[in-house]
């Protein structure tokens, strides 16, 4: 079974500054996809960014990248040039590429507030 | 851009009644999910649903539980006979494919008296 711990329930980041949230998981698969998920007040929860295992290039997606250490099952988010409308709580999630079928694994989520 | 739609946003029910929570998936896809988050807890798989069939479902999802397509659109999950434990949020998604993205719902936030 996979496991999901984001140990930061909380932060809080100033306007235009980088913030970086904290993610590790446990598996025994060794193909897999990581994801954050954005869920703004009151609204969906959104895909900002996904990173598969066998790549070794962490992923980017404008202000958003990840940094990915498989060997110490890490994936943390960072945030550059926060914007108020980052303010969301994001969750850290996991899915296998064979054996658990589609199934997504949760992390607790962090709530992140941009302060201007 | 085509959102997957959910109904109603909030449910109060007593415990003992069924329940039925309903979603609109995105028009072309092909995969359902029923996800559910107590609060203050870890959003949860509940069940996935592909072909008219459940494909995967978790140790949360027991006979209480039950999922349908009844149309071309709507995906529904009923809780036969709810508990104060059922009381949580409901988050649908789809996906395109099984490897695809998964677009979340707003969420039903069930209440059990």
């Known amino acids: 079974a996979q496991t999901v711990t984001q140990s930061q329930p909380e932060m809080s980041v100033q306007e235009a500054e980088t913030v970086t949230l904290s993610c590790t998981y446990d598996?025994?698969?060794?193909?897999?996809?990581l994801f954050w998920y954005k869920q703004p007040p009151s609204r969906q929860m959104i895909l900002v960014i996904r990173?598969?295992?066998?790549?070794?290039q962490n992923a980017t997606e404008n202000r958003f990248s990840v940094n990915f250490q498989k060997a110490a099952k890490s994936f943390s988010l960072k945030i550059s040039d926060s914007q108020l409308g980052d303010t969301a709580m994001y969750f850290c999630a996991f899915r296998a590429q064979e054996t658990s079928g589609s199934r997504l694994t949760f992390g607790e989520g962090t709530q992140l507030t941009v302060n201007p | 851009e085509p959102e997957v739609t959910q109904t109603p946003s909030h449910q109060v029910t007593q415990m003992g009644q069924e329940v039925i929570l309903r979603c609109v998936p995105i028009?072309?896809?092909?995969?359902f999910y029923w996800y559910r988050q107590i609060l203050g807890q870890k959003v949860e798989f509940l069940v996935s649903f592909y072909n008219n069939e459940i494909s995967e479902k978790s140790e949360i999802f027991d006979d209480q539980f039950s999922v349908e397509r009844p149309d071309g659109s709507n995906f529904t999950l009923k809780i036969r006979s709810t508990k104060l434990e059922d009381s949580a949020m409901y988050f649908c998604a789809s996906s395109e494919g099984i490897y695809n993205e998964q677009f979340f719902g707003p969420g039903t936030r069930l209440t059990v008296l």
């Open positions: 990173q598969e295992a066998y790549k070794q």
């Open positions: 598996t025994s698969e060794n193909n897999y996809y």
């Open positions: 028009s072309n896809h092909l995969y």
